[in-house]
């Protein structure tokens, strides 16, 4: 696995932007980079199941691994959901399952500093990169209020 980073600096306090990461309207918003219509079941809650899904309802499983409020999200993503059935087992989720995707919010002079770091398949890193970006401009974006 490969770690990815990227980071940005927002203009706007740190509870404004952890509150636009990861409220289900503006969690749709930011996300729709990825796959328009993109969304989520379940909570940050840390040790709750969490399902990040497209329209058709299919997409990944993950675990909250951690919430420390205003600070850190780690998400443990564990495997598929097709039609509604979980799949952590099968040798395509096991190639890239378990995986960890990090939010990190930090008070910096001008706003917020996000960073998110990413696990993915080396050959995933030239597809993941773009959209990243974008999602995160997008985001900065919505908490300055442009």
């Known amino acids: ?13 740190v509870s404004l932007v952890w509150e636009t990461t990861l409220s289900p309207d503006t969690y749709r918003q930011w996300t729709n980079v990825f796959e328009e219509g993109s969304y989520y079941e379940g909570t940050w ?3 709750s199941k969490i399902y990040f899904l497209n329209p058709t309802g299919n997409g990944m499983v993950a675990k909250v691994a951690e919430n420390k409020l205003h600070e ?3 998400i443990l993503m564990l495997g598929f959901v097709a ?4 799949d952590t087992e099968s040798e395509d989720a ?4 378990p995986a960890y995707e ?10 917020t500093e996000l ?13 993941m990169t773009p959209p990243w970006l974008k999602a995160l401009e997008l985001l ?5 209020g442009h």
């Not at 039609?83 to 979980?86: A, D, L, N, T, V």
């Not at 096991?94 to 399952?97: E, H, I, L, N, V």
């Not at 960073?115 to 597809?127: A, C, D, G, K």
């Open 1 to 13: 696995m490969k770690t990815l980073e990227f980071k940005t600096t927002i203009a706007a306090p």
């Open 115 to 127: 960073r998110v770091t990413i696990e993915v398949l080396p050959e995933h890193e030239e597809m």
């Open 72 to 74: 850190l999200i780690s």
């Open 102 to 111: 990090n939010y990190y919010f930090k008070s910096v002079e001008d706003g």
């Open 94 to 97: 096991k190639a890239w399952a």
């Open 140 to 144: 900065k974006s919505m908490c300055e």
């Open 83 to 86: 039609q509604g059935i979980e």
């Open 45 to 47: 809650e840390a040790g």
